[in-house]
């Protein structure tokens, strides 16, 4: 009901049904007075539940600071600012969906004066300058000329070619490479997951684990410094250095366990998304199962399946025009099945300009 919806939609549809927000809800669980109107939903109250990472189990802290404890007013931070103290409570949300929706919250699809809206809006990007493509409709046209064009191409005055392709031709694209994912899947799950895991994380793997070595040993001399630091700190106790000698040496080793600090934070978080990763396969299984048989593709299977689409540009190849197209799936990234061509789509109609 509420996917491919906005904020302040989701909100009407809320108050439409009844149902209570949750001052109202938190009045009637402790058997206070009910607000006045207790289904008066507000679109930023969505966007605050949409953001609000808590729900995945974390606890994020220094979300707001006021500049006096004097002034009540609190000021929000920036996610730069804030803390983050990864799984201290039950998650309700799981962090990959969590992370999708605010992928398309960040790709939000303006209506059309034509009130069509393109169905791959948002995930569309050319190959070559890496802008968006964008939607492209008129009331004048029947559907079948709509079509997606590079942000940066203006009439072959921009600084970008002519990056061009129907809706209709991308349907057929997309439908067909869900179509044949679904089906090797199914086919075979342990070969399709052992083809994804060589494609997605095997050279991965080598990377991970030099990384693992490097975290192992920074831990070491993170460790071994605040050892070094203590009998220095005795030596300059003891008169065994000059304090002037203890100020310099304290200063080298504390800027040395300060960077070390940082890459390990750096790191690990590497390893955090790469292992996290690796665990998604499931949450992609999961959609496969749910849709398979599909024969037309929705906005809501599109989101579920599809993380970006990129665009190449058309080329010729013996007098015939062909296009590729990328598709980066949710979860797992970019499939190539063992017998998919180089050129992906046979571009048969010729492409007319388009005003």
Known sequence: MYRR?????IAKILKADKIMTAKAYYAKQK??????????????????ILERMDYCGHTVNFKSYSK??????RIPTTKEQQAIFRNTHEAIVEEAVFERVQELRANKRRPTTAERQG?????????????????ATCKSFDGRQDHYRCAKYKSNTGSCTAHFIREETLKAIVRQKIF??????????????????????????KKMRWQKKQLEQARKRIAELDR????????????????????????????EQKELTEMVKTEQ???????????DFDSFAAIIRKYVGITELTPTIVNEFVKKIIVHALEKIDSKRFQKVDIVFNF????????????????????????
């Open 332 to 355: 797992v990234g970019e499939i190539h099945l063992p017998d998919e061509p180089q050129t992906e789509q046979k571009e048969t109609n010729k492409q007319e300009k388009t005003a």
């Open 269 to 279: 978080q590497e390893v955090d998304t790469y292992e996290q990763n690796k665990m």
């Open 68 to 73: 006096s404890h004097k002034l009540k007013k």
């Open 180 to 205: 044949d994912v679904t089906a090797r899947f199914i086919e075979n799950i342990m070969d399709f997951r052992e083809m994804v895991y060589q494609q997605q994380f095997a050279e991965a793997e």
């Open 228 to 255: 070094i630091f203590k009998r220095i700190y005795e030596d300059d106790i003891n008169a065994t250095i000059s304090h002037e000698r203890f100020l310099k040496l304290s200063a080298e080793y504390e800027a």
């Open 31 to 48: 058997g206070k007075p009910l607000p006045e109107n207790p289904y008066r939903w507000k679109d930023c109250t969505i966007v605050g």
């Open 5 to 9: 919806k906005g904020p302040m939609q």
């Open 119 to 135: 169905l791959f809006s948002g995930l569309v990007y050319c190959a070559d300058c890496g802008s968006k493509l964008h939607f």
